[in-house]
């Protein structure tokens, strides 16, 4: 096989063999193709796209490039949430024991956050003593034990996935429809669930803030989930305002430690919700998942989670050591409260980072005092920095120039769930 050819197929609009792509992801991977020439077929593929079969093919490529776990000793439903990301999305500490407590056995390996939304390790390693590294088979035991497991990857599955996604990084080849889709579902696949509900985020604070952009995500996920025999849907949710009120890793563990005591922002719990009912039906379980929520069956499996992977729950949060408000520049109805502009503020305030092995600090955030809707007054704190470093405000306050908006009407309600995806 000659790479300078594969390259020139889909640089010239033609449809890859699946020969062809099934040598391009294996020569890539064991470093038998120069990253100049992958580049350049990646490059080719975003302007080019890749045609259903052709993307199937090159996801199965990517996906055999590693080990599929095997889930079938749990002697449960398994189901898996993934999120394309967004500010505040606290979303998964929730939902992992919310379907745990509801019969449904929840493998979430997932990842640290980079930008301006987080990882979900990275706020679970807020927790003093939580552990995201876990072996294969401590990762099964406490699977099959508790119901749910929150943790990091690791580097068996898809590895062909890691260094394209970090070529991609420096290349700029991450915005490809094909590319992002074949990218999240070889990972999920990988991880052996039996069924997958997507929440491919739409708004500002989106990772494609673009509606029709987020709904072919969507559709080609599905499609790729569903060729590879697990039951996908997806949800697209609101992402034009940060989700919760919390954004910032410790901030948000105790928001979500609000929800599965049954309070909590009524936005989260209902995201959440809707979620939990999407893996609940594809798992063939018909159990109403707000009932576990409000009478602590899904805190006490929280808690069981956190304590099997070293986690004290009842340890106290890291609190930053220093705050600033901003206060609301007239009287009105908040209309706006952009959730980009919050999430940059986190990560500059120290919540997120900008390279793969920067360090996160856990207590620093910020806090949304008010909420699109809310009745406000002038001069009323309307967000709360949270910070260890003083010289992190001034920037992170520049950040939230623009963000907000005044009104002396509410704005129009706009559904949180805008549409389901299905096959
Ligand atoms: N997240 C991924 O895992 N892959 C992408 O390509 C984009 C976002």
Not at 72 to 88: I, L
Not at 137 to 155: H, K, N, Q, S
Not at 208 to 225: F, I, K, Q, Y
Request: proline share 6%; glycine share 10%.
């Amino acid at each position: 096989m000659d790479v300078i050819d594969v390259i020139r197929t889909k640089r010239d609009g033609r449809v890859l063999s699946d020969e062809q792509i099934r040598w391009f992801i294996d020569a890539y991977t064991h470093d038998r193709v120069a990253a100049e020439q992958a580049s350049a077929l990646l490059m080719a593929i975003v302007w080019r796209g890749m045609e259903p079969d052709e993307l199937n093919v090159w996801t199965d490529a990517m996906l055999s490039s590693g080990e599929r776990l095997d889930l079938s000793s749990v002697g449960r439903p398994t189901a898996d949430k993934h999120s394309t990301g967004g500010v505040g999305d606290k979303v998964s500490l929730i939902l992992a024991p919310l379907v745990a407590a509801c019969g449904v056995a929840d493998p979430m390996l997932s990842g640290r956050g980079l930008g301006h939304t987080g990882g979900t390790l990275d706020k679970l390693e807020a927790i003093p003593g939580w552990r995201a590294e876990l072996a294969r088979d401590e990762m099964l035991r406490i699977l099959r034990e508790v119901g749910c497991v929150i943790c990091a990857a690791g580097g068996s599955l898809a590895p062909a996935d890691k260094k394209l996604y970090a070529l991609r990084d420096v290349t700029g080849t991450v915005e490809s429809i094909p590319l992002i889709a074949s990218s999240i579902m070889s990972k999920k696949i990988a991880e052996g669930t039996n069924a997958l509900v997507l929440d491919v985020k739409v708004g500002s604070g989106a990772f494609l803030p673009n509606p029709d952009s987020a709904r072919r995500l969507a559709e080609t996920m599905v499609e790729l989930g569903s060729a590879h025999g697990v039951k996908t849907t997806a949800l697209l949710t609101e992402m034009d305002t940060p989700l919760g009120r919390a954004a910032g890793n410790a901030l948000e563990v105790t928001e979500s430690l609000e929800c599965l005591k049954g309070g909590g922002p009524a936005d989260v719990r209902e995201v959440t919700l809707a979620l939990a009912r999407e893996m609940l039906s594809l798992a063939g379980v018909s159990v109403d998942p707000a009932a576990a929520l409000d009478d602590g069956r899904a805190l006490a499996k929280y808690e069981e989670m956190i304590r099997a992977q070293g986690g004290d729950p009842a340890a106290a949060m890291p609190e930053a050591s220093d705050r600033r408000t901003v206060p609301s520049p007239e009287t009105g109805y908040l209309q706006r409260l952009d959730a980009r502009s919050v999430g940059i503020a986190a990560w500059r305030l120290g919540a997120g980072r900008a390279r793969k092995e920067d360090p996160v600090d856990a207590a620093a955030g910020v806090v949304c005092l008010a909420k699109p809707g809310d009745e406000v007054h002038e001069g009323q704190p309307l967000l709360e920095l949270h910070a260890d470093e003083p010289g992190r405000f001034d920037r992170a306050l520049a950040a939230l120039e623009g963000a907000i908006a005044i009104a002396p009407e509410p704005p129009a309600a706009k559904p949180l769930v805008i549409e389901r995806i299905a096959e």
